[in-house]
Structure formats: C-alpha cells, structure tokens
C-alpha cells in the first residue's frame, strides 16, 4: 500500500491546501481533511473519523498540520498510528492563549465564567467552557515531531513551542522575522526547504 499523508488544516484554512504538499511528497498519496469542526471535543470525534477511513488503504501514514488544526490534531490524533508529524505555527498551549486573549480585551476569568461567552474587539469569541475543556485535557503527544515556527508569531511564543518540543524531544526550526501564517514566497520558501529535510522513511 501506498504512504498516506494527511494535512489538517488551521482556521480560515482549506483542505485544498494539502495540494502544496503533493510536490514536496511525491510518494506520499496525500490528502486534506475537510472538518468543520470549531472546537476540541468535536474535532476529537471528526477527525478520528475522517483518520480511520484514510488509514485503512496506507501502510503508513505521517501528518501535517498547521496552526489550530495541529491543537485538535494532539488530542484528537494521539492514540493513532502516526509515523510522523510536522507541527507549522501550531497551537500547543490553547489555555494560554485564551487567557491571553482574555487580558487583550481586559475580560476577567469572573466575567467570562458567569458570561459564558464573550465577543472580543478583535473578532474572536471567547468561551468559558472551551476554557475549562482545555484545562482538564492537557496535551499528551508522543509522536516524532518536527515544529516550524515563525519569531513574529504573535499567538505562541517561542517559550511555549521550546517547552513543548522539550517535553516530547521535537526539533524547533524558527524562521526569523516570520509570521504566524507562513503566505509570502520567502516564507513558503523557507516552509519547503524545512519540509523536503524532513526524513521520509
């Protein structure tokens, strides 16, 4: 059976973008996962779904996954035979930045419990209960994994990405001067290179 390759993609995004990775994986039958998932615990059900149905026509398969779609990545696809994973931007401390989002709007965690759901200013909504998921699922990943992050990314910070990749023996790759969303041709450059090093057996 041929390779599989699954691309899961970050909010806003497509699963259209996993054509990208077709060139740079050319053994690879690559796919992307359309989800409509908006928050964990139903990502955790769709995506376990939509891996089951792929991984039953691949002797192996690795993941890639970008920004949100790696956070329901870790907990929806931990337990799965995953013989590899690239993490672009990803999200790896959710509690965090909620509550950074939080302090941003000056929303305290007393207002957002007893509100339940807040609108931010800046276009995000904030919910309690994604809150407390989040703090009683803690992120449990041990698959091979390789990071690629931006130093601009203004939503996780190199310190959390550091001790994430510490605490599962992940190599960081940091492009200088990029964003959270890697879109220029100097980034998209810059992702390629990183991809194509990543070993492929």
């Avoid at 359309?34 to 769709?46: G, L, R």
């Avoid at 919910?127 to 994994?145: A, D, F, G, M």
């Amino acid at each position: 059976m041929t390779p599989g390759l699954i691309y899961i993609h970050g909010k806003n995004g497509t699963a259209s973008e996993a054509n990208h990775y077709k060139t740079l994986f050319p053994d690879y039958d690559v796919t992307g996962f359309d989800y409509v998932s908006q928050n964990p615990w139903d990502a955790e059900k769709e995506l376990s779904v939509l891996y089951d149905d792929f991984s039953k026509n691949h002797k192996q398969i690795i993941l890639v996954a970008n920004s949100i779609g790696a956070f329901f990545a870790v907990h929806a696809l931990k337990d799965k035979s995953i013989e590899k994973a690239l993490f672009i931007s990803p999200i790896l401390n959710m509690e965090k930045l909620i509550t950074d989002m939080m302090s941003w709007s000056g929303i305290s965690e007393k207002e957002l419990k007893t509100k339940k759901e807040i609108e931010t200013d800046f276009g995000e909504k904030l919910s309690w209960n994604y809150l407390k998921w989040v703090r009683e699922h803690p992120v449990s990943w041990n698959i091979p994994t390789s990071i690629l992050y931006g130093s601009n990314d203004q939503l996780q910070s190199v310190e959390t990405i550091n001790q994430f990749a510490r605490k599962i023996n992940a190599s960081v790759t940091i492009l200088e001067g990029g964003e959270h969303w890697f879109h220029t041709k100097e980034q998209m450059d810059f992702l390629d290179l990183w991809a194509k090093e990543f070993p492929k057996e």
